[in-house]
């Protein structure tokens, strides 16, 4: 699947489910961020890391589909 944040510097996120190509909410990002990286880990949770929102970003957030939250 895909990850995406909502366009504009929004901090809403949402999930690509490849099955039944539609997008579901993923709740809200810590930290607003575009253009960034997602990574599925190991364990299911997805690292969301680097992007811009204004300024270029350095900090990284782990997104839990099981709880549909960001830490």
């Keep these: 699947g895909g990850f ?3 366009g504009g510097g ?8 490849p099955a039944t190509k539609t997008f579901a909410s993923a ?3 810590i930290v607003a961020r575009a253009s ?7 364990n299911g949770k997805v690292l ?3 992007g811009y929102n204004g300024d270029y ?3 990284a ?3 839990d589909p099981a709880t ?3 830490t």
Aim: net charge negative; proline share 3%.
């Design 27 to 29: 709740g809200n990002m």
């Design 57 to 59: 970003l350095d900090s």
């Design 4 to 6: 995406v944040a909502n």
């Design 10 to 17: 929004l901090s809403s996120a949402e999930a690509f489910d």
């Design 48 to 50: 969301i890391a680097g």
């Design 36 to 42: 960034h990286t997602a990574t599925l880990l190991p």
């Design 61 to 63: 957030e782990i997104y």
């Design 68 to 70: 549909n939250r960001f």
